[in-house]
């Protein structure tokens, strides 16, 4: 399906959880003078207008990043990132996780990113320019199957589905699975929504069975508008970075202290 754009979503308190672990986890993994390889299957367009209609219309950003720009500390890696982003683009722009991860890398690193939705791509290809890297109309998992394992071989794979298409919980255990086989090494980054049905606890059990090793980190909101499912999100994470447990702790805190237990 091509109907999700996540200009609607950009910048809610699931992309707060994601994109602040994974700024986290480059920073660590660019400490090392060694290059990697950034790999992302469902990539956005990169970049996003918190003040267009689409971000206006959910409020999703309102109820998000507006109220989450003081839960980090300004040498934290995502508020860097968020800082030097604005500088560039605005005050009001928020990066998507390929720019997140081009702001976080090197130029020794190598990207690659997957996105299937033409309108998206092409929005992708703008934005990412200043940038460069390899951008691939095509679809993401397909895309991660023929590069793993990259050159070089240390590097982070980001995989961030919709979720529109329900099969998709009961196809990524046997993804996911048959890309840790080839790309042992790995980083692997799975985020999911959490739903008020819970459609991702079977997936989740079932990745845990596949891959034993992998950690789960979950946080919890209460939804952006009255009628909306998701209420949480999840990250399941293959070789996680060494320190990426505590630092887990230490953003769910931030979400237990300013969302669930506001002064």
Known sequence: MLSYQHSYHAGNLADVH???????????????????SYLETHAGRGLYDLTDAAAIKTGEAAKGIAIANDWFAPDHPYSQVLDRVR???????YPGSPIVAAESLRQMDNIHLAELHP????????????YGGVFRQRDGWEMAMSLCPPDPRRGLLLIDPSFEVKEDYQT?????AKIHRKWGVGVLM??????????????????????PDGIVHEVRFRPAQPGHRMIGSGLFVVNAPYGFTEEGARVSKHFQDKLMHPK
Not at 193 to 199: C, R
């Open 87 to 93: 500088t560039k683009y605005g005050p009001n722009t």
């Open 18 to 36: 994601k994109h602040s672990l994974l700024a986290w986890a480059l920073d660590y993994m660019t400490r090392k003078d060694k290059p990697l």
């Open 190 to 211: 799975l985020w999911y929504p959490i739903l008020t049905d819970a459609p991702h606890k079977p997936m989740i059990h079932a990745l845990q069975n596949a891959i």
């Open 119 to 130: 309108q998206e791509f092409a929005a992708l290809q703008s934005n990412m320019a200043p």
């Open 172 to 176: 990524i255990p046997d993804w996911l």
